[in-house]
């Protein structure tokens, strides 16, 4: 799957931060971002779930400093995931999914 030039961008920036703002101001929703890390030309798997304005990442360590960056390596995000929360096992929560990573930092595609 390419990423696309937004995500690339997005990436020089701290999209995961803002995100977490979005999240904290929308407490009933989960989004899961999916993604790879690059280390010595390798990809690895990379899955972030940012839920009331937290991250935490389900395939690497994170910083839990609100100061510094969530990942401090490369990373590339390539796909979005909206769920409603909370998640259970009987109850479908999905709500959409997008790959481009400006999508979701409009507020009104949370709901």
């Not at 096992?89 to 400006?102: A, D, H, K, L, P």
Request: charged share 30%; no cysteine.
């Amino acid at each position: 799957m390419e990423e696309t030039l937004a995500s690339q961008k997005m990436s020089k920036i701290d999209l995961i931060n803002i995100l977490e703002k979005i999240s904290s101001e929308i407490p009933d929703r989960i989004l899961k971002l999916e993604g790879y890390i690059l280390k010595k030309n390798q990809k690895e798997q990379l899955e972030i779930l940012i839920f009331r304005g937290y991250s935490s990442s389900i395939t690497h360590s994170i910083e839990i400093d609100s100061e510094k960056k969530v990942i401090a390596l490369n990373y590339i995000i390539t796909n979005f995931k909206l769920y409603k929360a909370p998640l259970t096992e009987t109850e479908e929560n999905f709500i959409r999914e997008n790959q481009n990573s400006v999508f979701f930092l409009n507020e009104k595609n949370w709901i």
